[in-house]
């Protein structure tokens, strides 16, 4: 699912503009993923390791993007026998976009 925000008055809104700054994509389907590598030079492998619930956080530098990969800690509750659980989140910053 894509959603589209913008910066307004230094905050930041969720928009319907087709030419918003900032997109955010969840659980992206084939079609999400195809745009994501073809229009806005995802490299497929960060890509893949940015959806991959086992994939370890790192920082990746490149001279037009940088993309994070890393852990967000997700709730827990005494069903779980208290393991620790985290999910992968990725993110990608380009200067060509």
């Known amino acids: ?7 307004v008055n ?4 969720e928009t319907q503009e087709d030419k918003s700054r900032i997109l955010l ?3 992206p389907d084939d079609k999400e993923k195809r745009l994501l590598v073809e229009q806005y030079d995802i490299d497929e492998h960060t890509l893949a390791s940015a959806l991959d619930p086992d994939e370890l956080a790192r920082l990746e530098c490149e ?3 940088i993309a994070i990969v890393f852990k967000r800690p997700r709730n827990y509750s005494g069903a779980d026998q208290l393991l ?3 999910a992968t989140l990725g993110v990608s910053f380009s200067a060509t976009h």
């Open 10 to 13: 230094s905050k930041i809104e």
């Open 1 to 7: 699912m894509l959603r589209k925000y913008e910066i």
């Open 25 to 27: 994509f969840v659980n």
């Open 84 to 86: 620790f659980k985290a």
């Open 63 to 65: 001279p037009n993007h």
